[in-house]
C-alpha cells in the first residue's frame, strides 16, 4: 500500500492523520479550478533532472497563498503534502525515488488563494540512474567581502540535509587580529586529503594528509608569495598553486559591486611529503592563476593574462585597477612527466583574448573529455561579474560553446566535476543578484546539460532568509572528521618553512 506523509504536522497528530487520510478519498482538493500554467514555486523545480540519491526537494508558492497541497507520485508510491509548504519525508521520498530510478515523478500542486483551489498544470522530476557524490563543502561569507568575524568552510550531506562545520576562523580570530579562511581543496574527492589556506593572525597553510594535519609556511624569498589557489595532483603528493599579489576595490554604481585582481602571479609545484616547493611559470609579464590537472596526471591547466607595465609606471596598483577591463585571461596547459617530476612547454588551449574576453577556472571531467570554464568581458574574479557565464570545451574535438542550458542573466562561476563526471555544481547569482547559491545540473556523454536545480533544503525559503554566500562548492566522497579545534589547535602553532628547490624530484 502506497503510504502518504501529510506535513508539517509530527508526534501522534502525524499518525493520526496519516490513517485519516490513507482512508480517505480526499487528500487532494476536489473542488477546484484547473490552470494550464505550470505553478511558480521557489526553489524552480519544475521539470528538474536530480540524482537517485538527493535529499528531498521542498518547495513554496512564489507568491501568497492560504495554503498549498502537493502530490508526489510515480506508479503505487505516492506522498502528499499540505500545508505552508511542501516538505517531504525522506524516508518516503527515497522510496519515492528509488522506485522512479531512470524514470521520472510526477507533482501536482494546488494552491488556495482567497478561499479557491487551483490546480497548476503538473510537472516532472526526472530521477536519473546516475547518483551523486554524498557531501559537498563551500566557504560561507558575507557577500560584502569585508566582513570575515563569521566565515566557515563547511560540509552539507548531499542525501539529507545535515550541514557541519569544517573550519571556523573565528577560532583563530583574537580581538582586533582576524584570520580569513579560503581554498580549500582535496585529492580525489577524499576529504582525508585537503588543504586551505589562513590568512593574516596565525596565517598558514593547512595540509591534512591520511590523518597528519601540518601547518605549512609557504612565504620564501625565492617565490611571488605564499600558495593561493591549489590543485592536487590526482595520484602523487603533489600540489599545483597559483601565488597571486592579489588586490580588492569595492564599487558604489558599477553592477559588478566588487573587483578582485592581480597585480602579480606566478606558478609552483610543491611536494607535500618532501615540503619541498619549486617555480614552475615565473613571468613577470604574465599572470598566471587558477591550477587544475588533467585526471590522468600528466598535464596540469591554467589561466594566464599577458599584461606589461610600462617602465614609467610607479604605481603597479593604480595602474592596473585602471586598465583591469582590459586584461584578459586565456586556457594554456603544461606536460608534466611523473619519473623526472618535470612540466613542460605551455601549450595554448582556449584564445579568450581573440573573442574580447577572459577565461578562468578551469575544470576537467573525470573521464578527460570536457573542461567546463567561466567566461567574462574582463578580469579574473568572475563570481562578482554579472556577465560571466560557464562555457564547454570538447577536448577531442576542441570545440568550445556557451553552455547555455546551464547559464542565467546573472553570475555563473566556480563550478565542480562529481567524481563520476555526470553532475556539476557551480555557484549562481540568478535568484536576487546578491548572493551566490550553489546549483547542480546533470551533463551527459555528449556534455549536454539539464536545467539547474538549487540545493535542497529542509525549509525551502531558507535561502531566502540566509545572508551568506556559497563559495567555491567542492564534491566529495564522504565527510571531513578532523575537528574544526583541531585544525585551530595546529594553526596556533608555527608553520613548517617550506624548502625551495630548483626542481623537483621522486
Not at 500545508?83 to 528509488?98: E, S, Y
Not at 580549500?184 to 591520511?210: C, K, L, S, W
Not at 577531442?396 to 563526471?421: C, F, I, M, V
Not at 583541531?486 to 596556533?492: N, R, S, T, W, Y
Request: net charge negative; charged share 25%.
Amino acid at each position: 500500500m502506497s503510504k502518504i506523509f501529510i506535513h508539517p504536522l509530527s508526534g501522534l497528530l502525524l499518525m493520526s492523520f496519516s490513517l485519516l487520510f490513507s482512508a480517505c478519498s480526499q487528500q487532494l482538493p476536489s473542488d477546484f479550478t484547473q490552470s494550464d500554467a505550470l505553478p511558480k514555486i521557489y526553489p524552480d523545480y519544475v521539470d528538474v533532472t536530480v540524482p537517485v540519491n538527493i535529499a528531498p526537494l521542498s518547495f513554496e508558492m512564489d507568491g501568497q497563498c492560504e495554503e498549498m497541497a502537493v502530490r508526489y507520485a510515480f506508479g503505487d508510491e505516492e506522498i502528499v503534502c499540505r500545508g505552508d509548504k511542501a516538505q517531504p519525508d525522506i524516508d518516503d521520498w527515497k522510496r519515492l525515488t528509488a522506485a522512479a530510478k531512470g524514470k521520472a515523478v510526477q507533482v501536482e500542486t494546488y494552491a488556495l488563494q482567497a478561499g479557491q483551489w487551483t490546480r497548476f498544470k503538473p510537472f516532472n522530476i526526472y530521477v536519473s540512474p546516475d547518483s551523486i557524490d554524498a557531501y559537498i563543502s563551500y566557504r560561507l561569507i558575507h557577500p560584502s567581502y569585508v566582513s570575515y568575524e563569521e566565515l566557515t568552510i563547511s560540509q552539507r550531506s548531499l542525501e539529507n540535509y545535515d550541514e557541519s562545520v569544517i573550519y571556523d576562523n573565528i577560532l583563530c580570530t583574537e580581538g582586533t587580529k582576524g584570520q580569513c579562511i579560503n581554498c580549500h581543496n582535496y585529492q580525489q574527492y577524499n576529504p582525508e586529503r585537503m588543504q586551505f589556506h589562513a590568512r593574516q593572525n596565525h596565517g598558514g597553510t593547512v595540509i591534512a594528509y591520511d590523518g597528519k594535519v601540518r601547518k605549512i609556511n609557504m612565504s620564501n624569498d625565492s617565490i611571488l608569495s605564499a600558495g593561493v589557489y591549489p590543485a592536487w595532483h590526482p595520484e602523487l603528493p603533489l600540489i599545483v598553486y597559483s601565488t597571486n599579489t592579489t588586490r580588492q576595490n569595492f564599487h558604489v554604481t558599477d553592477p559588478n559591486k566588487v573587483e578582485v585582481y592581480d597585480t602579480a602571479s606566478d606558478l609552483i609545484a610543491y611536494d607535500v611529503m618532501k615540503n619541498e616547493a619549486t617555480n614552475i611559470e615565473k613571468d613577470p609579464s604574465e599572470l598566471e592563476v587558477f591550477p587544475f590537472w588533467a585526471p590522468d596526471g600528466r598535464s596540469v591547466y591554467y589561466c594566464s593574462a599577458r599584461f606589461e607595465y610600462p617602465d614609467t609606471v610607479t604605481n603597479k596598483d593604480i595602474y592596473l585597477l585602471r586598465y583591469s577591463n582590459k586584461v584578459f585571461y586565456n586556457i594554456y596547459r603544461k606536460s608534466f612527466d611523473a619519473a623526472t617530476m618535470q612540466f613542460g612547454p605551455r601549450e595554448l588551449v582556449f584564445a579568450a583574448d581573440t573573442l574580447g574576453k577572459s577565461a578562468t577556472l578551469p575544470r576537467i571531467s573525470p573521464d578527460g573529455r570536457y573542461l567546463m570554464f567561466a567566461l567574462a568581458k574582463y578580469g579574473v574574479f568572475h563570481i562578482w561579474h554579472r556577465d560571466a557565464d560557464l562555457w564547454m570545451i570538447d577536448l577531442k574535438t576542441g570545440e568550445a560553446r556557451p553552455a547555455e542550458e546551464l547559464n542565467s542573466p546573472d553570475t555563473e562561476s566556480y563550478h565542480s566535476w562529481s567524481s563520476n563526471g555526470r553532475w556539476v555544481v557551480f555557484s549562481s547569482r540568478r535568484d536576487d543578484g546578491n548572493f551566490t547559491r550553489p546549483f547542480i545540473a546533470h551533463i551527459d556523454e555528449n556534455g549536454k546539460g539539464t536545467k539547474p536545480f538549487e540545493l535542497p533544503c529542509a525549509d525551502p525559503d531558507y535561502h531566502r532568509q540566509f545572508m551568506k554566500s556559497y563559495n567555491v562548492p567542492e564534491f566529495m566522497c564522504g565527510p571531513v572528521t578532523i575537528k574544526p579545534q583541531d585544525f585551530a589547535d595546529v594553526l596556533k602553532g608555527d608553520g613548517e618553512p617550506v624548502k625551495y628547490v630548483q626542481k623537483l624530484s621522486r
